[in-house]
């Protein structure tokens, strides 16, 4: 079984900062993919960003050039870094590890960016 917890969300201004991270436990094999993704109320969950077991990463569209996303995986953990933070980047942010056939979820963190 696989746990997943993300911390650092927040309240925070626009053009702020906030770093949330995820850390997992459990059987964590050495291949496979984590990502962030986010659900802005009344709407349904969506990427934001992934990153390979390899180190390769991938991004929606409208978070590239501000949102970095990376693992240290001594850690078992995932990291997203949010730069210049927009009032549409409000959501619950959850964390996803898909390893094999199974994908995991954390129970995710609340963002919210005020104007």
């Known amino acids: 079984q696989v746990q997943l917890v993300e911390s650092g969300g927040g309240l925070v201004q626009a053009g702020g900062s906030l770093r949330l991270s995820c850390a997992a436990s459990g059987s964590i094999f050495s291949t496979n993919g984590m990502g962030w993704y986010r659900q802005a109320p009344g709407e349904q969950r969506s990427f934001v960003a992934r990153i390979s077991n390899g180190g390769t990463m991938v991004y929606v569209d409208s978070v590239k050039g501000r949102f970095t996303v990376s693992r240290d995986n001594a850690k078992k953990t995932l990291y997203l870094q949010m730069n210049s933070l927009k009032p549409e980047d409000t959501g619950v942010y959850y964390c996803?590890?898909?390893?094999?056939?199974?994908?995991?979820w954390g129970q995710g963190t609340q963002v919210t960016v005020s104007s």
């Open positions: 996803k590890l898909v390893q094999g056939l199974a994908e995991y």
